[in-house]
């Protein structure tokens, strides 16, 4: 047939027509085969298919979240985070042999990674046996090279299904220096986790610690339980801890802990405690205890070596005292420095009689000279002008009898007795430093009032600020300051403090700083014993001071807990105190003042 315009209609393989009427007819059996398969899906045989599909699960991991640093005041780390691994099986895959048939390997594998993790074995044989997941931690936060070398060593014994995912682990790369203030992270618990114990990893958990992420994706058992490239996959990002910045100079820090380690050994003491304040800003920049412990492993060392003796033991702090009693009398106008008394070798009070650390007869000695020589006849004598409560007062606005709250966990309050138990008998001992108790923070930081012309600065031991555990704000930026002495009294008191260190006037020649004006104050104290609620014959031995004495910039103080070599604060305490104010001056490049030193009188 002819079409118009004279062509023929061709049905051949070359025709359109064929070609399209071809083309739906190749559709129509895709549909067709579509269709029937739906069917099978849905009304032959739904059963088998939906056990297949079972077999391409989801598996959810957990992102670690790195924790945050610990650095001192220079940005070196005390506390970081380094290479780690968690090690991870899928007990579908563990409990197979090699022809894919269901085989109870679980307590084979569980006491191998128990003997080289040192887990529980138990633990391990339940998550091994797990039958409803593909996804177990087996352990967290282990070393890279010993999770790799145990895979490894599993692997090569036949076991599939074990892999490893990042997971750091906290370090301490200066060990034990001021591991007494970082804390430590104790041993992974059941979910292999290690929760922070002590110090400031304990305090500021919720700075350090950020916050995990998590990675949900599908896998297909089939395939060694790999992951299906196309298939479901959601991530939420970890977010890592903040840094925390300590006002603690490590290099600073190191030193001390050696000084003071060498000075109890040498006093064959029980313990120490050494501070070292910025006189200007109350920062801490250093703050030693010895014994102390490697953070690294805490559990080598006795539970009583890990805190911070400095801020949670409490003692009476001796003669030191006498320079908050001295310089609260120049204040309230009852004494000048060169205030005149008569001293005798023995003095009867209200329920005792009171005498000096050295024998003597009547001494005549100036407000000075009580100090040099370290007199509790004269302080006393000196005391008995207060008014009423005015002591008490004072000590109140030095400090004593609250915590400095530097955001040290089970800091002690210390012991101000109350106005109710505030007789005059009490008042005799706390002008001498009987009586009354502190921590080395406190005593240090009422000490610097007088390095600071009078004005006490909260002692801070994080630069900036950040939140503890209970809510508080701690920190430089929060730290407030109070007068609470004249600027008249604190120069009329450092004075009478440079005396102290004079070799032809005071007591502690030793804590001279060659080059520079000292100002300082032994302390000895009796050790009250509270099982007996009595003094029980040991003695606490100190030195608090700054330099230089008419320029402050540092103030150091060093306490040894019962020496047995029979010294007291001159000549235990003294000589520490020297090297670490001469380190610390050094260290900052401090030049001496050139000014002549102190040279009030110390008798009439």
Same mark, same amino acid.
């Given at each position: 047939?002819s079409?118009?315009g004279?062509g023929?209609?061709?049905?051949?393989?070359?025709?359109?027509?064929?070609?399209l009427?071809?083309g739906?007819?190749?559709?129509a059996l895709v549909?067709? $085969?579509?269709g029937?398969?739906? $069917?099978?899906?849905?009304?032959v045989?739904?059963?088998?298919?939906?056990q297949?599909?079972?077999?391409?699960?989801?598996?959810?991991?957990?992102?670690?979240?790195?924790?945050?640093r610990?650095?001192?005041?220079?940005?070196?780390?005390?506390?970081? !985070?380094?290479?780690g691994l968690?090690?991870?099986?899928d007990?579908q895959?563990?409990?197979?042999?090699?022809?894919?048939?269901?085989v109870?390997?679980?307590?084979?594998?569980?006491?191998?990674? &128990?003997?080289?993790l040192h887990?529980?074995?138990f633990?391990?044989?339940?998550?091994?046996?797990?039958?409803?997941?593909?996804?177990?931690?087996?352990?967290?936060?282990?070393?890279?090279?010993?999770? @790799?070398?145990v895979?490894?060593?599993?692997?090569?014994?036949?076991?599939?299904?074990?892999?490893?995912?990042?997971?750091?682990?906290?370090?301490?790369?200066?060990?034990?220096?001021?591991?007494?203030?970082?804390g430590?992270?104790?041993?992974p618990?059941?979910?292999?986790?290690a929760?922070?114990? &002590?110090?400031?990893?304990?305090?500021?958990?919720?700075?350090?610690?950020?916050?995990?992420?998590?990675?949900?994706?599908?896998?297909?058992?089939?395939a060694?339980?790999?992951?299906i490239?196309l298939?479901?996959?959601?991530?939420?990002?970890?977010?890592?801890?903040?840094?925390?910045?300590?006002?603690?100079?490590?290099?600073?820090?190191?030193?001390?802990?050696?000084?003071?380690?060498?000075?109890?050994?040498?006093?064959?003491?029980?313990?120490g405690?050494?501070v070292?304040?910025? !006189?200007?800003?109350?920062?801490?920049?250093?703050?030693a205890?010895y014994?102390?412990?490697?953070?690294?492993d805490?559990?080598?060392?006795?539970k009583?070596?890990?805190?911070?003796?400095?801020?949670?033991?409490?003692?009476?702090p001796?003669s030191?005292?006498?320079?908050?009693?001295?310089?609260?009398?120049?204040? &309230?106008?009852?004494?000048?420095?060169?205030t005149?008394l008569?001293?005798p070798?023995?003095?009867?009070?209200?329920?005792?009689?009171?005498?000096?650390?050295?024998?003597?007869?009547t001494?005549?000695?100036?407000?000075?000279?009580?100090?040099?020589?370290?007199?509790?006849?004269?302080?006393v004598?000196?005391?008995?002008?207060?008014?009423?409560?005015?002591?008490?007062?004072?000590l109140?606005?030095?400090?004593?009898?609250?915590?400095?709250? $530097?955001g040290?966990?089970?800091?002690?309050?210390?012991?101000?007795?109350s106005?109710?138990?505030w007789?005059?008998q009490?008042?005799?001992?706390?002008a001498?430093?009987?009586?009354?108790?502190?921590?080395?923070?406190?005593?240090?930081?009422?000490?610097n009032?007088?390095?600071?012309?009078?004005?006490?600065v909260?002692?801070?031991?994080?630069?900036?600020?950040a939140?503890?555990?209970?809510?508080?704000?701690?920190?430089?930026?929060d730290?407030?300051?109070?007068?609470?002495?004249s600027?008249g009294?604190a120069?009329?008191?450092?004075l009478m403090?440079?005396?102290v260190?004079?070799?032809?006037?005071?007591?502690?020649?030793?804590?001279?700083?060659?080059?520079?004006?000292v100002?300082g104050?032994?302390?000895?104290?009796?050790?009250?014993n509270?099982?007996?609620?009595?003094?029980?014959?040991?003695?606490?031995?100190?030195f608090?001071?700054?330099?230089?004495a008419?320029?402050?910039r540092? @103030?150091?103080?060093?306490?040894?807990?019962?020496?047995?070599?029979?010294?007291?604060?001159g000549?235990?305490?003294?000589?520490?105190?020297?090297?670490i104010?001469?380190y610390?001056l050094?260290?900052?490049?401090?030049?001496?003042?050139?000014?002549a030193?102190? !040279?009030?009188? $110390?008798t009439?």
């Amino acid at each position: 047939m002819s079409r118009p315009g004279g062509g023929t209609d061709r049905l051949g393989p070359g025709a359109p027509r064929f070609r399209l009427r071809l083309g739906f007819l190749v559709i129509a059996l895709v549909l067709s $085969v579509y269709g029937a398969r739906l $069917v099978q899906l849905q009304a032959v045989d739904p059963g088998a298919y939906a056990q297949r599909a079972a077999q391409e699960g989801t598996v959810d991991v957990v992102l670690p979240a790195e924790r945050g640093r610990i650095l001192d005041r220079n940005g070196d780390a005390l506390a970081e !985070s380094s290479a780690g691994l968690m090690i991870i099986a899928d007990p579908q895959l563990v409990n197979v042999d090699g022809e894919d048939r269901p085989v109870d390997r679980a307590p084979e594998l569980a006491k191998l990674l &128990a003997t080289r993790l040192h887990l529980d074995y138990f633990t391990l044989l339940q998550r091994l046996r797990a039958t409803d997941t593909q996804f177990q931690y087996l352990a967290r936060q282990v070393p890279a090279d010993l999770a @790799t070398r145990v895979v490894a060593q599993a692997k090569a014994r036949g076991f599939d299904g074990l892999s490893t995912e990042r997971d750091p682990i906290r370090v301490y790369p200066s060990k034990d220096v001021a591991a007494n203030l970082v804390g430590f992270l104790g041993l992974p618990d059941q979910d292999g986790v290690a929760r922070p114990l &002590a110090g400031f990893e304990a305090m500021f958990d919720s700075v350090l610690a950020g916050r995990d992420g998590s990675a949900t994706y599908s896998v297909d058992s089939r395939a060694n339980g790999n992951r299906i490239p196309l298939g479901q996959s959601t991530v939420v990002p970890a977010r890592n801890g903040a840094d925390l910045t300590t006002t603690i100079d490590r290099d600073l820090q190191w030193y001390v802990q050696r000084v003071l380690r060498t000075t109890v050994e040498q006093a064959r003491g029980d313990s120490g405690v050494a501070v070292v304040l910025d !006189s200007r800003t109350g920062q801490v920049l250093s703050l030693a205890d010895y014994p102390s412990y490697d953070a690294n492993d805490p559990a080598a060392s006795p539970k009583a070596d890990r805190g911070a003796r400095s801020l949670r033991d409490v003692y009476e702090p001796g003669s030191v005292e006498k320079v908050l009693t001295l310089s609260s009398l120049i204040d &309230a106008g009852k004494v000048t420095d060169r205030t005149r008394l008569t001293v005798p070798g023995s003095l009867a009070r209200q329920d005792r009689v009171i005498h000096d650390w050295f024998p003597h007869d009547t001494l005549r000695l100036t407000l000075a000279g009580v100090l040099a020589k370290s007199s509790n006849i004269g302080t006393v004598l000196a005391a008995d002008r207060f008014d009423a409560g005015q002591l008490r007062g004072y000590l109140e606005r030095f400090g004593l009898g609250r915590a400095t709250g $530097v955001g040290v966990q089970g800091e002690a309050p210390g012991i101000l007795p109350s106005g109710a138990q505030w007789t005059p008998q009490v008042q005799d001992r706390i002008a001498f430093g009987q009586s009354v108790s502190v921590n080395a923070v406190q005593m240090a930081a009422a000490v610097n009032t007088i390095a600071n012309r009078g004005v006490r600065v909260d002692p801070s031991l994080v630069l900036g600020h950040a939140t503890t555990a209970d809510g508080r704000t701690v920190g430089s930026d929060d730290a407030t300051t109070r007068r609470v002495v004249s600027a008249g009294a604190a120069r009329q008191t450092t004075l009478m403090m440079e005396r102290v260190v004079d070799p032809d006037a005071g007591v502690a020649p030793g804590a001279r700083v060659p080059g520079y004006r000292v100002a300082g104050k032994t302390g000895t104290a009796q050790r009250a014993n509270p099982d007996c609620g009595c003094y029980d014959g040991t003695f606490t031995v100190s030195f608090a001071g700054f330099a230089p004495a008419d320029d402050p910039r540092f @103030t150091v103080y060093v306490v040894v807990q019962n020496p047995r070599n029979g010294g007291g604060g001159g000549s235990v305490a003294g000589p520490a105190f020297s090297e670490i104010m001469s380190y610390a001056l050094r260290r900052y490049a401090v030049p001496p003042t050139g000014t002549a030193p102190s !040279s009030l009188p $110390v008798t009439w």
